[in-house]
Structures are given as C-alpha cells and as structure tokens.
C-alpha cells in the first residue's frame, strides 16, 4: 500500500505541473517578442562567444534539449519558428547549457559524467524487473534488493545532479534576456514563470524517485530486522 501511495502520489504531482508548464507556455506563446527562438538562440550563442555550436529544429513540443556530443541547440518546432516570450525563454534556456558546456560548469561536468553509470544503472533495474515477471522476486532476496537499491541509487542522485544544472541554465538565460534588451520588465516575469515550471518537472521528477529510494531502504532494513 504505501508503494501505491507514493506512485499515486507522485504521478499527480506530475500531472499537476506538467499541466501548469503547458497552460504556461499556450499563454505565453501569444506574447510577442521582435524575434523567433531560432534567432534568439543564434544571438546569445555569438554574443558569449560560441561559434561551433549549431541551432538546429526538431520535431515535438517541448522537445528542446542541448546536444553536447554534436554541439547542437535542439529546438522544438514551435519555439524554432515562433516569436514569443516562451519561446525565446525556451531558447534562451537550452543555449544556457551551452554556456554552461563553454565553461566547463562542475554540475554538469559532474551529470554527464554520470551518464554511463546511469545507463547501466538504468538497463540493469530493467532486467531485475523483467526477472520478477518470470517469479524472480527482487523484494523477496536480500542481494537482490541491495542491488535494486543500488542501482536505484545511482539513477535518483543523477535526478538531484539535473537540479541545479537546469536551475543555472534558466538563471544564465534570464540574465542575458535582461542584458540583451529583448525583454521589458513584464516579459521577465513571464519568462522567469515559464523557466521555473519548466523545472518543476525536474523538481517533482528527483523527489518521487527519491521517496520511492526510501520505500526500498526501509524495505532492506525491515528484512534485516526480520533476520
């Protein structure tokens, strides 16, 4: 029951922001800006002095990822072609990474780092839960629940990595909106708004997998107790 609880919990906690992020950028996609998401990226990459990084569009709606591998601003087609405040914070956002890439930010030296051992992490938890389906219980094995929380360990502490990774990229892409005179002091608040439950996501995403982390620590600690 409290694994439930804590799902459901979770699950509406995400559905509840997910939908606030979605009404948010709808309103803000009717505030005009003077230039599209692809031109804002385009000017904040060369006025920080990044030269080899390419904006590039990409099918979806919120879609919108930095490719450090190809040093690509990947933009959604929406926020790519429209001139608006929640796409020029989207843009403004993804070219923080950049930025960030440029400059060698610790957090996300330390999250891409990370990939590898979360990836296994991330395939191995997917074989131990397949291996429950053919009766291969993990909660029923000591050793395999110290692997499961393990593992589960390692995919939660990169969710809390993500944290002030995407925090960061948001405060680099206000602060230069600011300096590049693009935004009055209403379309900062609006894209500051946008930015923030955009990284709720992230916030509600590293706390349910936290909670569920602690689930299976008490779990292991009770069939301890019961040894």
Same mark, same amino acid.
């Given at each position: 029951?409290?694994?439930?609880?804590?799902?459901?919990?979770?699950?509406?906690?995400?559905?509840?922001?997910?939908?606030?992020?979605?009404?948010?950028?709808?309103?803000?996609?009717?505030?005009?800006?003077?230039?599209?998401?692809?031109?804002?990226?385009?000017?904040?990459?060369?006025?920080?002095?990044?030269?080899?990084?390419?904006?590039?569009?990409?099918?979806?709606?919120?879609?919108?990822?930095?490719?450090?591998?190809?040093?690509?601003?990947? !933009?959604?087609?929406?926020?790519? %072609?429209?001139?608006?405040?929640? =796409?020029?914070?989207? /843009? $403004?956002?993804?070219?923080?990474? *950049?930025?960030?890439?440029?400059?060698?930010?610790?957090?996300?030296?330390?999250?891409?780092?990370?990939?590898?051992?979360?990836?296994?992490?991330?395939?191995?938890?997917?074989?131990?839960?397949?291996?429950?389906?053919?009766?291969?219980?993990?909660?029923?094995?000591?050793?395999?629940?110290?692997?499961?929380?393990?593992?589960?360990?390692?995919?939660?502490?990169?969710?809390?990595?993500?944290?002030?990774?995407?925090?960061?990229?948001?405060?680099?892409?206000?602060?230069?909106?600011?300096?590049?005179? !693009?935004?009055?002091?209403?379309? %900062?608040?609006?894209?500051?708004? =946008?930015?923030?439950? /955009? $990284?709720?996501?992230?916030?509600? *995403?590293?706390?349910?997998?936290?909670?569920?982390?602690?689930?299976?620590?008490?779990?292991?600690?009770?069939?301890?107790?019961?040894?």
């Amino acid at each position: 029951m409290t694994y439930w609880v804590i799902i459901g919990a979770s699950m509406l906690a995400s559905l509840l922001v997910s939908g606030m992020l979605k009404r948010r950028f709808r309103q803000y996609s009717q505030e005009p800006m003077p230039v599209t998401g692809a031109q804002v990226a385009e000017m904040m990459l060369r006025q920080n002095g990044i030269n080899d990084v390419r904006v590039v569009s990409v099918p979806g709606h919120l879609t919108d990822h930095y490719d450090p591998v190809s040093k690509t601003v990947n !933009l959604s087609e929406p926020v790519y %072609h429209e001139a608006s405040v929640a =796409a020029a914070a989207v /843009a $403004a956002h993804e070219c923080g990474h *950049a930025v960030q890439h440029q400059q060698a930010y610790a957090w996300l030296t330390f999250r891409s780092k990370m990939v590898p051992a979360v990836q296994l992490s991330s395939n191995l938890l997917n074989y131990l839960m397949i291996a429950g389906i053919f009766g291969l219980s993990v909660f029923r094995s000591p050793t395999l629940l110290w692997a499961w929380v393990a593992l589960f360990g390692v995919t939660t502490l990169f969710a809390f990595v993500t944290l002030p990774v995407e925090f960061d990229a948001s405060r680099r892409a206000l602060a230069w909106i600011d300096r590049s005179g !693009l935004a009055a002091t209403m379309q %900062h608040r609006k894209a500051k708004n =946008a930015l923030f439950w /955009a $990284a709720m996501t992230y916030v509600v *995403a590293a706390l349910g997998s936290l909670a569920q982390l602690l689930y299976y620590v008490m779990l292991l600690l009770g069939q301890r107790r019961n040894d």
